[in-house]
């Protein structure tokens, strides 16, 4: 493989592995989206 | 072919390649079938000329020429095709764009220093926070802010053979409506200006900015809608991280809807770590223009930033006053976005920095800088990972029930006689689009006038609408009116009860005489008056004249793009034989 495709294909690697290593992470600490749901009597532009 | 040569070659495409893929994981699960309903983006499965595209529902009109944009695209492609299309695209832009102007930074660029400008541009709390809130406008505004200070400066130093290749840019920039054509004159205005202003190129791009805005800029300023002194505070930048308002724009955030905010920004170790490299990339981008020329350039940033923070401080309420008092300020107050220049210098000053840190011999080189250019370019993605993969899910799309469709097609066939939509509120969380929040769909599906509500709910309270029918219909709801006779006092003659949605839609008992169109899961359609004359459908002078403008200006423009094209496939042949092409 070519230096400049295995440097592009390492760098791709990387964002991804970095990305999944990341992602667990925060997973563990955000909360779940679309908490309020169907009740809602007013749906307000700034909740999630 | 030589190996140096292909090598070379596949040097110079990893940043395309790049810059087209990473946004497709940025959006993964929103480029699937269907559409994406989220916030403000609300996209009809069927491409239909409603008065909401055409900038006909309220006194001053807000998504124009961009959904007429989306609707033309969506007759060739289809309406999900071209949703994915521009949400791709708009990336894809935004990443070419600060290639491009990284590589007026420093002209020698290597190739990965500038895969690290390309994550920088497409993966930051600007794109992710706009993104959530829906306004690909905005994110329009945002990509062709680099490729205008590239060509302003052009024009500047006189490189450009005149303003046209400018002006026509910043025509077509306005295609997103006020939110990217701001950014668009935030870009190009500072550096035409400074330090001395160059007047013809400067009046040429007011004039193709005033052309373009035509179609909604006419309708708002002979409506002059009041605009709401509740709306400029509630609008005004709010920090997504701890370290303050300030700083939380200086790294891209502060959206000041805390409902885009990523939970990440909340950590002080990932937003500081995000913030530092910003900071380290401005500074880098500035010493880089301050030996190109070019510190003009960094005017539109540096006034954007200030724009944005006198938001925040509103001092004597002097930023409640431009916005709510000057004719079309209030195009700015949503300040946030006017820290666009920012984001693009910080992305592309990445590249400088990372390539400085890689330098053979330099002094961080000699201290493993390679390792630390790596992690400085990966940055942006380690410190914000739930833009990955559609943020998370919360960019999906999902399939419009086929029931929904079917009435706001009998609808648009029906003759004309305006709909009441019901329930009552603008934003909807529809079942079948995972109960997130959205606009309600109905304004544009339907061809005919929908009366809906249009104040803003917040959680702090209500920023009033506009369009006095509709504040009259939320009275008489408040007063306990039943809905069916307040939107018939307003003259409509068919209503749209929407369910499976939150709000719940109220229980309409379908009064004598009228008729029962559709009767589904999702809706409820009722011609309230059946066999009533047709109602003309006026269309304000205004709105003729704003759209004629918008027009001409685009054709225009349109002509002086392609006459450059031509010319420059052109001189192609000649010019790049035997070269590398490179962004």
């Not at chain 2, 205005?189 to 330090?195: A, C, D, N, R, T």
């Not at chain 2, 370019?377 to 833009?387: D, E, F, I, K, N």
């Not at chain 2, 003729?544 to 027009?551: E, F, M, S, Y």
Request: hydrophobic share 55%; charged share 15%.
């Amino acid at each position: 493989m070519s230096t400049p495709v295995a440097g592009f294909t390492a760098f791709i690697a990387g964002l991804i592995i970095a990305l999944l290593a990341v992602i667990g992470g925060v997973k563990a600490v955000a909360g779940g989206q679309n908490a309020a749901a169907k009740s809602d009597t007013v749906v307000s532009y700034d909740v999630k | 072919m030589t190996t140096g040569r292909a090598s070379a070659r596949l040097r110079a495409a990893a940043p395309h390649l790049l810059g087209l893929l990473l946004p497709l994981l940025v959006l993964g699960p929103a480029l699937g079938r269907g559409v994406v309903l989220s916030y403000d983006l609300a996209w009809s499965p069927d491409p239909r000329w409603t008065p909401v595209a055409l900038g006909l529902s309220t006194p001053a009109p807000r998504a124009v020429p961009s959904d007429a944009v989306g609707i033309l695209l969506g007759h060739v492609v289809g309406a999900g095709p071209a949703q994915a299309l521009l949400l791709w695209g708009v990336l894809v832009l935004a990443a070419t764009g600060a290639v491009r102007l990284s590589r007026l930074l420093r002209a020698d660029l290597p190739w990965w220093a500038a895969c690290a400008v390309v994550v920088a541009a497409v993966w930051n709390p600007f794109v992710l926070e706009r993104l959530v809130v829906g306004q690909w406008t905005a994110l329009l505004g945002y990509a062709v802010v680099p490729h205008l200070l590239v060509l302003a400066r052009r024009v500047r130093v006189g490189e450009a053979r005149g303003s046209a290749g400018l002006m026509a840019a910043v025509a077509c920039s306005g295609v997103g409506g006020a939110n990217s054509l701001v950014l668009a004159v935030l870009a190009v205005g500072p550096v035409l200006l400074l330090p001395r202003p160059a007047w013809r190129p400067l009046a040429g791009v007011v004039a193709a900015a005033l052309g373009v805005a035509g179609a909604w800029a006419v309708p708002a300023l002979v409506a002059s809608p009041p605009s709401s002194a509740v709306g400029a505070a509630a609008f005004a930048p709010r920090p997504d991280t701890p370290l303050g308002t300030v700083l939380s724009l200086v790294a891209g955030g502060g959206f000041w809807n805390p409902a885009t905010h990523p939970a990440e920004r909340g950590s002080v170790l990932l937003a500081g770590v995000a913030l530092v490299v910003v900071v380290l990339s401005l500074g880098t981008a500035a010493r880089a223009l301050a030996r190109l020329d070019g510190l003009r350039l960094l005017a539109p940033a540096a006034l954007g930033l200030a724009l944005a923070v006198l938001a925040v401080l509103d001092p004597a309420g002097l930023w409640t006053g431009i916005v709510t008092s000057v004719p079309g300020g209030g195009v700015l107050r949503d300040a946030q976005k006017l820290v666009a220049p920012l984001v693009v210098l910080a992305a592309s000053g990445v590249g400088v920095l990372v390539a400085g840190l890689r330098r053979p011999g330099g002094a961080a080189a000699r201290v493993g800088g390679g390792a630390l250019a790596t992690v400085v370019a990966l940055v942006p993605v380690l410190t914000l990972p739930s833009l990955a993969w559609g943020v998370g899910g919360r960019l999906t799309a999902v399939e419009v029930p086929a029931d929904l469709r079917a009435a706001a097609t009998l609808l648009s066939a029906a003759p004309e006689g305006g709909v009441g939509l019901l329930p009552w509120s603008q934003y909807r969380r529809y079942a079948w689009n995972g109960n997130r929040v959205s606009l309600s769909l109905v304004p544009r599906m339907v061809d005919q006038r929908v009366l809906a509500d249009d104040a803003l709910p917040l959680r702090s309270g209500r920023v009033p609408g506009e369009d006095p029918a509709a504040a009259r219909v939320g009275r008489a709801l408040a007063a306990g009116v039943d809905p069916l006779v307040a939107l018939r006092r307003e003259g409509v003659r068919y209503v749209l009860v929407e369910r499976r949605v939150a709000p719940p839609a109220p229980d309409v008992v379908p009064p004598a005489g009228s008729r029962v169109l559709a009767d589904t899961a999702d809706a409820l359609v009722l011609d309230l008056t059946p066999g009533a004359a047709p109602v003309q459908r006026v269309t304000p002078v205004a709105s003729v004249v704003g759209w004629a403008l918008t027009a001409l200006t685009l054709l225009a423009a349109l002509g002086v793009l392609a006459r450059t094209g031509i010319r420059a496939a052109r001189r192609l042949p000649e010019e790049h034989r035997g070269s590398v092409t490179r962004w």
